[in-house]
C-alpha cells in the first residue's frame, strides 16, 4: 500500500532563518504531489504542486519554493522565514489521472519566532 | 469549482448512523464530489469520492441526489473516533485542476 512520510512533526524556527521541509512518498511511481499549508483558524491552501521530476506548479506568490529531486520526493524551502510563514504544512500525493483522490500525510507545525 | 454548503456542527449518537449533509447547486457535468475529514492536528484523510451515482466503501456511504445539486455522507455506525470536521469538496476532473479547495466544514461530535 502507499504511504507518505513528512518530517519534521513541528518545528520552531526564528524570523530570518532558512526551511526545509521533506516529504517522501512509498508504493507507488509518478505520483502527482502537492504543498499546502493551513493557517491558523483557516482552510487549507495549495502552494505548489508536481507532476514529475523537476516540474513545479507555483499556486500563489510567496517566500516559499519547492523543488521535486526525485519521483517521489517533494521539498518545501525558504532562504528567509517570515512571521506569516508559520502554519500546519501538509504534503499530499495522488496517483495520475483528473479525479483522483489526494492523500494527505501527517503534515509539520511550524512556529516562527 | 462549485461552491459547498454545510452545517457548522452536528451531533451523533455513538452506534448511530451520522449523516452530514453538503448542498453544492452550482455544480457542473464534470465536477466530483468528494469527501474529506480532519482529526485535531492531523492532516486531512480522504473518505469517499462521486460523480453521480451513489458510492460505498469501507469507510462510508456516499449518496448524490438525481439532480447532483446535494449529497449525504453516511457513517453507518459512529464511534467516538469519527468525531472530526468533515469537508465536502466538489473539484472538476480536468486540465490543471489540481486544487482542493477546503471550506469551514461540519464539526461532527460523536457522543458517547
Known amino acids: 500500500s502507499q504511504t507518505i512520510h513528512q518530517w519534521p512533526a513541528t518545528l520552531v524556527q526564528p524570523v530570518g532563518s532558512p526551511l526545509s521541509l521533506e516529504c517522501t512518498v512509498e508504493g507507488t511511481s509518478n505520483p502527482n504531489l502537492y504543498w499546502y499549508r493551513q493557517a491558523a483558524g483557516r482552510g487549507l491552501q495549495l502552494l505548489f504542486y508536481s507532476v514529475g521530476i523537476g516540474q513545479i506548479s507555483s499556486e500563489v506568490p510567496q517566500n516559499l519554493s519547492a523543488s521535486r529531486p526525485q519521483d517521489r520526493q517533494f521539498i518545501l524551502s525558504s532562504k528567509k522565514l517570515l512571521l506569516s510563514d508559520s502554519g500546519f504544512y501538509l504534503c499530499?500525493?495522488?496517483?495520475?489521472?483528473?479525479?483522483?483522490?489526494?492523500?494527505f500525510g501527517d503534515g509539520t507545525r511550524l512556529s516562527i519566532l | 469549482d462549485a461552491k459547498t454548503t454545510q452545517p457548522t456542527s452536528m451531533d451523533c449518537a455513538e452506534g448511530r448512523a451520522a449523516n452530514l449533509p453538503c448542498n453544492h447547486s452550482?455544480?457542473?457535468?464534470?465536477?466530483?464530489v468528494y469527501w474529506y475529514r480532519q482529526i485535531h492536528s492531523q492532516g486531512p484523510q480522504y473518505i469517499i469520492h462521486?460523480?453521480?451515482n451513489n458510492e460505498t466503501n469501507e469507510m462510508a456511504s456516499l449518496i448524490i441526489t438525481e439532480d447532483r445539486k446535494s449529497s449525504t455522507l453516511i457513517l453507518p455506525h459512529a464511534t467516538l473516533r469519527d468525531t472530526a470536521v468533515y469537508y465536502c469538496?466538489?473539484?472538476?476532473?480536468?486540465?490543471?485542476?489540481?486544487?482542493?479547495?477546503f471550506g469551514k466544514g461540519t464539526l461532527l461530535t460523536v457522543n458517547p
Open positions: 462521486g460523480l453521480k
Open positions: 469538496i466538489v473539484r472538476g476532473d480536468g486540465g490543471s485542476n489540481y486544487k482542493l479547495t
Open positions: 499530499a500525493w495522488s496517483v495520475w489521472g483528473g479525479n483522483q483522490p489526494q492523500h
Open positions: 452550482t455544480i457542473s457535468g464534470n465536477e466530483y
